[in-house]
């Protein structure tokens, strides 16, 4: 279908184009060859500007409907698997779980708008659309001509998604990406909750699922950076935040008011069937003073239906709440307890199946997302935070930058009035180093709203090696001061440390990291069971596995024991998001591998640690990966040839979000003010690939040197999760990098002293995964994904071929947004950015 909507807009010619740059890099894929490879160069060589533009279309298109049927066929495993007569691993149906390891769970995906969602938001829904139509064609015996016309209708997309730019003109701003954020919710986060809910429901109970009270509370809980991450992002204003969260009510309100029209139309039975209890009468009364003409014409209407009549008034009055008018809810608590009192009514009138079934589903929603749908939570820098303070301090002139963190404080308290204190309570202070800056939040609400108004938590980021190393140290400073012992009385222990997975990898590499971000997680569980408190580690995960990407579930069993504790709370960025809710099926799997991963790591949380029988070997990897690594990056001159070897540079100006996505480049002396995102997303575009495994072959070889050692790595590969799970990562990031198409890159950076050095670790890094794995060729244990890898090879070849010839031209406006469009090409086929 792609091929006839590039022939009918572009002739058989433009068609032919593709083909013979297609059949050109499969064949060189198939057997390299000096000819092979000239006739690749040739082909791209001839393309004038315009042609080239549509064949880099062209194959990007061909890279996203690949995605989108590949979603298919996971939904139809995922159906195939669910008839067996064993559960789905990983899913709630195969758990060992009772109500009682439910009692304190709590799991926290974070939406973010990291730029790393290469796609326009067009381009997102030319593909839902699209998706929608394969479901319908498949799950659907279709009479001829409603297959016919669903044909038709996949055409017509197709077509309009072959005509969309991929690229857009201008970024979007922050409360743009609220809208698109708000998309997921709308398309399958809303509606998938409960079906991930009543699984569990299920699990618990089958005999009486649906029948009675869930013996389980709502344990899911979305929060938002997307318009309150004002960290190096100067469009993200108290005027903002304040938008954004009354866009997220509008959207929160209505699906609930929704949801509410729809059940109560359900609600059909009369007074004399099931008689309304004396608290849902009193209830009704409630309604009708809060709306007493909706109350008249409801019992006009519906005179012997009370209770159809009372999730009618509540619905009117999630309107009222939304247009702020007379009758609306003081807040989400209040609206609970009417389904609750609706609830027991029909319970106790004989009717448990209506009471617990669609509106048990309305419930978990109203508790799950409130009048909110996500906690907005504001991240700013530490250093900002701080010039703030000595300014106030001082007492001189305020500087704009002063005056906007008070404004910020100020629409918290302005937020938590109107929707209540959970829906933005959280600072998180990027790279705290001291307790300092964590009493500092404090003092900053208490200037900026001296009544107090502004209850707010601060959340300590730690990012860097230094401050991961002193966490404890941090920790046992702020809770000596009484103001944060006020904090954890009032929140009864519970406390909350984000630690950093992109920062640290680009400042020491992966190995390193994530060795020293394990060692931190396990140091501060420890802490916090010594003090009684109740820690909640927030995982600030990437997509790539540079920034601590990879199977969540899998990274969740690979915690330190004891360190989940039942609470769980992860970044889900940009691409990351929209892979996982994009469709509702998968939705409801991310969601169950989630739960299932959390519950079974709490149940293990007394288990001995792995790690203690490797102490040596974890120091020694660290140490040699580190340096290692530091010694590439740290070599004069190597800034400039990251700028010369990659896109950076149009990275840079690419409009995939609000935020820049560089702090600044220009410091030739180091990469500080490089952010980790385009530094990830520049070496995966390159086909490099090296934020991903740089620095772990020297770790692993600075073990299988020794005697024995190879066998010693083996024996930390089959008993510690945590060095499995690296492992198993580092092998799809090695797989991704293609040392081939990597050498066009490479050879433009005109330090054959550097390139040698990538060379020799990438060889390096392979053979000893290899060997430690006990495989013969990368990703041998998942054939699946190493085959889609290899499929895909040739035709991100064509679009890297492109890149280089466009990145050696003269940079017009025109060549850089054809270099723009094979950067959003080259994500789309390896399916990751930064």
């Known amino acids: 279908m792609l091929g006839d909507a590039i022939a009918d807009t572009g002739g058989s010619a433009s068609l032919a184009r593709v083909e013979a740059l297609r059949t050109a890099t499969i064949a060189l894929r198939g057997h390299s060859t000096p000819a092979r490879r000239r ?23 061909y890279f996203q409907l690949v995605n989108l049927a590949e979603e298919r066929e996971r939904v139809r495993t ?30 926290t995906p974070v939406l973010t708008a990291h730029p790393t969602e290469a796609k326009r938001r067009a381009v997102v829904e030319h593909l839902w659309r699209i998706g929608r139509l394969l479901e319908q064609l498949e799950s659907l015996p279709l009479g001829v001509s409603e297959e016919v016309e669903a044909e038709r209708q996949m055409r017509e997309e197709i077509a309009g998604l072959w005509r969309t730019e991929p690229i857009r003109r201008h970024r979007p701003e922050p409360l743009d990406e609220v809208r698109a954020m708000l998309s997921l919710f709308d398309e399958t986060i809303f509606t998938t909750l409960p079906a991930v809910y009543r699984e569990m429901d299920r699990r618990l109970d089958p005999a009486r699922c649906g029948a009675r009270p869930p013996t389980f509370t709502a344990f899911l809980r979305w929060d938002t950076w997307v318009g309150g991450d004002r960290d190096g992002n100067p469009a993200v204003t108290a005027e903002v935040t304040e938008a954004a969260m009354a866009i997220q ?60 009549r009372a999730l009618g008034l509540a619905a009117h009055r999630l309107a009222a709440t939304r247009e702020g008018t007379r009758g609306a809810y003081e807040g989400p608590a209040a609206f609970v307890r009417d389904l609750d009192v609706l609830q027991r009514s029909l319970d106790a009138g004989g009717a448990p199946r209506l009471a617990w079934g669609e509106l048990q589903h309305l419930r978990w929603q109203a508790e799950t997302f409130g009048f909110h749908v996500a906690a907005m939570e504001v991240r700013q820098h530490s250093s ?25 404080f100020r629409a918290i308290a302005d937020i938590q009035t109107r929707l209540g204190p959970q829906a933005c309570e959280r600072v998180v202070v990027s790279f705290t180093r001291s307790a300092d800056d964590l009493a500092g939040v404090l003092e900053l609400a208490r200037l900026a709203v001296p009544d107090g108004g502004a209850d707010v938590v601060p959340v300590p980021l730690l990012e860097s090696r230094r401050d991961l190393a002193a966490a404890t140290s941090i920790l046992d400073d702020w809770v000596a001061r009484p103001e944060a012992r006020r904090l954890l009385r009032s929140r009864k ?49 990437g997509g790539a596995l540079g920034r601590g990407g990879g199977p969540a579930s899998r990274a969740i069993g690979a915690e330190p024991p004891g360190s989940v504790g039942g609470r769980f709370k992860v970044t889900e960025q940009g691409e990351v998001a929209f892979a996982r809710y994009g469709n509702a099926a998968l939705a409801r799997r991310h969601l169950e591998q989630l739960t299932n991963a959390v519950v079974r790591a709490t149940a293990d949380g007394h288990r001995d640690d792995p790690a203690d029988d490797f102490t040596d070997e974890i120091d020694t990897m660290a140490t040699a990966s580190r340096a290692h690594y530091e010694a590439l990056v740290r070599t004069a001159g190597f800034v400039e040839f990251f700028r010369r070897v990659t896109p950076i540079a149009q990275i840079g100006t690419l409009p995939i979000a609000s935020r820049p996505v560089s702090r600044g480049v220009e410091d030739a002396a180091g990469l500080d003010d490089l952010r980790a995102i385009p530094w990830v997303f520049a070496w995966s575009q390159s086909r490099v690939n090296l934020t991903g495994w740089y620095g772990l072959g020297a770790g692993l070889d600075a073990i299988a040197s020794r005697r024995g050692g190879l066998a010693r790595l083996r024996t930390m590969a089959d008993r510690w999760p945590f060095f499995a799970t690296l492992l198993e990562n580092a092998e799809l990031s090695l797989a991704k990098a293609d040392l081939e198409i990597a050498e066009l890159y490479l050879a433009r950076g005109d ?56 990145l050696r031209e003269r940079p017009t406006a ?18 990751n950015t930064g």
């Open 39 to 61: 006739r690749v160069v040739e082909l791209v060589n001839a393309l004038d500007l315009r042609d080239a533009e549509d064949v880099i279309r062209a194959f990007t298109c």
């Open 78 to 107: 995922l159906r195939t698997r669910s008839r067996g007569d064993a559960p789905i691993e990983d899913s709630i149906a195969a758990l060992d779980v009772d109500a009682a390891d439910l009692a304190d769970l709590r799991i």
């Open 249 to 308: 009510s509008d959207h929160a309100l209505r699906g609930l008011e929704a949801a509410a029209r729809r059940i109560a139309r359900t609600l059909s039975v009369s007074d004399r069937d099931v008689r309304p209890s004396r608290a849902l009468r009193t209830a009704l009364g409630r309604g009708a003073d809060a709306l007493p003409t909706v109350a008249v014409e409801l019992e006009r209407k519906l005179p012997d239906a009370p209770h159809r």
């Open 384 to 408: 900002v935070l701080r010039a703030a303070r000595h300014q106030l301090r001082g007492g001189g002139r305020r500087s704009a930058a002063t005056r906007e963190v008070l404004s910020t």
């Open 493 to 541: 222990g519970e406390l909350e440390v984000m630690v950093g997975y992109s920062d640290s990898a680009k400042e020491v590499g992966v190995l390193a990291a994530n060795l020293e971000l394990y060692r931190a997680q396990r140091a501060m569980s420890g802490w916090a069971r010594e003090r009684g408190l109740r820690l909640t580690i927030f995982h600030g995960r």
């Open 751 to 806: 330090r054959p002293d550097l390139t040698q050095a990538i060379r020799d670790e990438l060889a390096r890094t392979t053979e000893l995964v290899l060997a430690v794995t006990s495989h013969g060729r990368l990703l041998d244990a998942k054939p699946e994904l190493q085959r889609a890898i290899e499929f895909r090879n040739p035709y991100v070849d064509a679009l890297s071929f492109l890149q280089v010839r466009f």
């Open 814 to 831: 025109h060549v850089e947004r054809l270099v723009q469009a094979t950067i959003s090409g080259v994500a789309a086929g390896l399916q």
